[in-house]
Nanobody
Framework: QVQLVESGGGLVQAGGSLRLSCLAS????????MAWFRQAPGKERELVAR????????YYTDSVRGRFTIFRDTAKNTLYLQMNSLKPEDTAIYYC?????????????WGQGTQVTVSS
């Protein structure tokens, strides 16, 4: 059974930085894609960034490109999201996701989420 456990959320002032972590377990992820999604109050969940586990190809949504970096440590089975120059509009619950047999845009597995709050 795949498990994804996020950590690293919190409260930060605008312009600050946070690093989210997602510890993945339950199988080998070499053929998987991993991603970070977020959901702000009253809004739909959106894809923030994604990465292929084996090769490390990345994609970012326009609103975070240049500020956020997605990367993984395959030896630690951990996915990260480095968030710099944070803005109040980045406030949301951030979810780690993984998918092996269907597109990462509709992931098979989700973490429980971690709250990120950016104050102005």
């Amino acid at each position: 059974q795949v498990q994804l456990v996020e950590s690293g959320g919190g409260l930060v002032q605008a312009g600050g930085s946070l690093r989210l972590s997602c510890l993945a377990s339950g199988r080998t992820f070499s053929s998987y894609a991993m991603a970070w999604f977020r959901q702000a109050p009253g809004k739909e969940r959106e894809l923030v960034a994604r990465i292929t586990w084996s090769v490390g190809y990345t994609y970012y949504t326009d609103s975070v490109r240049g500020r956020f970096t997605i990367f993984r440590d395959t030896a630690k089975n951990t996915l990260y999201l480095q968030m710099n120059s944070l803005k109040p509009e980045d406030t949301a619950i951030y979810y780690c996701a993984a998918s092996g047999s269907q597109p990462i845009t509709t992931p098979e597995y989700w973490g429980q989420g971690t709250q990120v709050t950016v104050s102005s």
